[in-house]
T-cell receptor, first 112, second 113 residues
Framework: QQQVRQSPQSLTVWEGGTTVLTCSYE??????FPWYQQFPGEGPALLIS???VSDKKEDGRFTTFFNKREKKLSLHIIDSQPGDSATYFC???????????WGSGTKLIIKP | DPKIIQKPKYLVAVTGSEKILICEQY?????MYWYRQSAKKPLEFMFS???????DNQTASSRFQPQSSKKNHLDLQITALKPDDSATYFC????????????FGEGSRLIVV
């Protein structure tokens, strides 16, 4: 079944802390996993992505981890900043199929 | 400068009326999409076009009709509007139609009263 489950639905973290968002999926053909960040009043924008051949990808304070065996991925934000407050969506697709399957999103609030 | 222009940004419509949401992209992409976002469904895929041809339609209702007059245009016509159609409609584009990065516009927020 093509589903991507995302948790938590909302999360509050103190400034400077580490944020962890998680997603799980069921379709074993999925091999492309992007994370999108959406600020209020804007469209989502690609934050970071990973292919199933990797287990970790880092971009500054943002790192995504992929566990193929457990069909799970996570997004870690270190030294979380108030400017990171946004809604984060994970998604998945089989690279040969353009259609992304989206998670339900996590609304993140970073408190100063 | 925004590379994907959506018009209007906000609109209020009366139940039963018809509206057209405009989308133009200046990224040189050949694939374009419509998504809907509401409290019920955070991000819902509606349509995808590639080279002005419909690739996928996940919208059950025929009241939603995409229209592509040019390669970089994908408008969305919504007829017989219902209050349940109230949502923000996002246009997006990508370079190819296979796992490439989606670029989203700022959205058109529709309220149906």
């Amino acid at each position: 079944q093509q589903q991507v489950r995302q948790s938590p639905q909302s999360l509050t973290v103190w400034e400077g802390g580490t944020t962890v968002l998680t997603c799980s999926y069921e379709d074993s053909t999925f091999n492309y996993f992007p994370w999108y960040q959406q600020f209020p009043g804007e469209g989502p924008a690609l934050l970071i992505s990973i292919l199933s051949v990797s287990d970790k990808k880092e971009d500054g304070r943002f790192t995504t981890f992929f566990n193929k065996r457990e069909k799970k991925l996570s997004l870690h934000i270190i030294d979380s900043q108030p400017g990171d407050s946004a809604t984060y969506f994970c998604a998945a697709s089989a690279y040969s199929n353009y259609q992304l399957i989206w998670g339900s999103g996590t609304k993140l609030i970073i408190k100063p | 400068d925004p590379k994907i222009i959506q018009k209007p940004k906000y609109l209020v419509a009366v139940t039963g009326s018809e509206k057209i949401l405009i989308c133009e992209q200046y990224l040189g992409h050949n694939a374009m999409y419509w998504y809907r976002q509401s409290a019920k469904k955070p991000l819902e895929f509606m349509f995808s076009y590639s080279y002005q041809k419909l690739m996928d339609n996940q919208t059950a209702s025929s009241r939603f009709q995409p229209q592509s007059s040019k390669k970089n245009h994908l408008d969305l016509q919504i007829t017989a509007l219902k209050p349940d159609d109230s949502a923000t409609y996002f246009c997006a584009s990508s370079q190819g139609d296979s796992g490439n990065t989606l670029y989203f516009g700022e959205g058109s927020r529709l309220i149906v009263v």
